[in-house]
């Protein structure tokens, strides 16, 4: 539409659908008004000149600004949710490597008393078929009751064996 054609909704009288609508809205809404006839004016220019007003470039540049500006916020909003995820993998990873680590740990430690354990078993076990050489156990040496059993002769017999031995006696 031209402008002159819209200039000429200014002047135009009101159809019946017109003033029935701005009637309704008066009567419905309560709105108080200072002035009736400019706000059933600008109901009848609304009604009629809806359509060329959501045609107009006017309206495409905001209605396309709108959108982009929804559109960023809708991204943002994805961006966010996308680094809040990132965020939690890499924590839950570093728990699952921490984890992982502690059950190492846990392993080696068990994989250590196993074979200590092993180990313990077969000393025992050696000992107790006789082929370990037990360890000598320190021994004190009593002290003679009395002096005369300190200083005693050896009698015949005492004497150790000599058996296939050039022994001096």
């Not at 309704?24 to 006839?37: E, P, Y």
């Not at 045609?55 to 809040?84: F, H, L, M």
């Not at 570093?94 to 430690?109: G, L, M, T």
Request: hydrophobic residues 40%.
């Amino acid at each position: 539409m031209a402008k002159k054609e819209l200039t000429d909704h200014a002047t135009a009288a009101p159809t019946s659908l017109q003033a029935r609508f701005a009637d309704w809205l008066l009567n419905k809404t309560g709105v108080q008004v200072a002035d009736a006839d400019s706000f059933k004016a600008g109901v009848r220019l609304a009604t009629a000149l809806r359509m060329e007003f959501q045609a107009s470039p006017e309206n495409r540049e905001a209605t396309a600004a709108e959108r982009e500006s929804r559109a960023k916020e809708v991204e943002d909003r994805r961006a966010a949710r996308e680094a809040t995820a990132e965020e939690r993998k890499t924590k839950a990873e570093a728990r699952a490597a921490a984890a992982k680590e502690r059950a190492e740990k846990a392993q080696e430690k068990a994989k250590a008393a196993a074979e200590k354990a092993e180990a313990r078993a077969a000393a025992l076990k050696a000992k107790a078929d006789g082929k370990a050489q037990p360890k000598p156990k320190a021994t004190r040496k009593a002290k003679p009751a009395t002096e005369e059993a300190a200083v005693s002769t050896p009698v015949e017999g005492d004497q150790p064996s000599t058996e296939g031995e050039d022994a001096p006696w």
